[in-house]
């Protein structure tokens, strides 16, 4: 089974607009990250966030990280039509090897 | 910079024939991955490559051998090629050790009839 799950499985909102997406797991972990991924294209590595780390910060993008209650959050402020993509958490279990499993993801679409 | 290649980008497959999808990797990486990607499924991992010389199976390694031919490369053959594994592959790599996101390749669309 998978590792992530996550929340909302799809969300539609206007530009301009924050978008959040919640992640949750199952196992304790060295660190979770998160992918965005155009239609048919290959995932990208957006962020990291290492399991002593509670907050993250990258341009737009922040994610935050409770280990206690094994989730993680990503939001997008000022959303653009160009954010529309699917986005996914992946956790790096500890003793796994540096392996990443996936969540489902979810599917943002930003309207202009 | 190439980054990870895929090679074919799509390919239709009868069952039972057999195909091997090449991946290599220009950025001295140690470690790579094969998932599949399905609909509803998120990415399962098949196998993976901790380092050169070494192959571990995945989450669905059922149906595929892999291959670490040198550092750069890692392939994926299905042997007799079926219906449920019609997917999208993606090849992986990452430095190595804790702390590294992963560079993927654009994936291989994958039929088979």
């Given at each position: 089974s998978q590792q992530g799950e996550e929340d909302p499985q799809a969300l539609s909102i206007q530009e301009g607009e924050n978008a959040t997406m919640n992640c949750s797991y199952k196992t304790s972990i060295n660190n979770l990250q998160w992918y965005r991924q155009n239609s048919g294209r290959g995932l990208v590595h957006l962020i990291l966030i290492r399991s002593n780390e509670r907050e993250k910060h990258s341009g737009r993008l922040r994610v935050t990280l409770d280990t206690s209650k094994k989730s993680s959050s990503l939001l997008i402020t000022a959303?653009?039509?160009?954010?529309?993509a699917s986005y996914f958490c992946a956790t790096d279990a500890?003793?796994?090897?540096?392996r990443l499993t996936f969540g489902e993801g979810t599917q943002l679409t930003v309207n202009p | 910079n190439a980054g990870v290649t895929q090679t074919p980008k799509f390919q239709v497959l009868k069952t039972g024939q057999s195909m091997t999808l090449q991946c290599a990797q220009?950025?001295?990486?140690n470690s790579m991955y094969w998932y599949r990607q399905d609909p509803g499924m998120g990415l399962r991992l098949i196998y993976y490559s901790a380092s050169e010389g070494t192959t571990d199976k995945g989450e669905v390694p059922n149906g595929y051998n892999v291959s670490r031919?040198?550092?750069?490369e890692f392939s994926l053959r299905l042997e007799s090629a079926a219906p449920s594994q019609t997917s999208v592959y993606f090849c992986a790599s990452t430095p190595?050790?804790?702390g590294y996101g992963y560079t993927f390749g654009s994936g291989t669309r994958l039929t088979v009839v």
């Open positions: 959303s653009r039509a160009a954010d529309t500890w003793g796994g090897g540096s | 220009d950025m001295n990486h031919l040198n550092k750069r190595g050790g804790m």
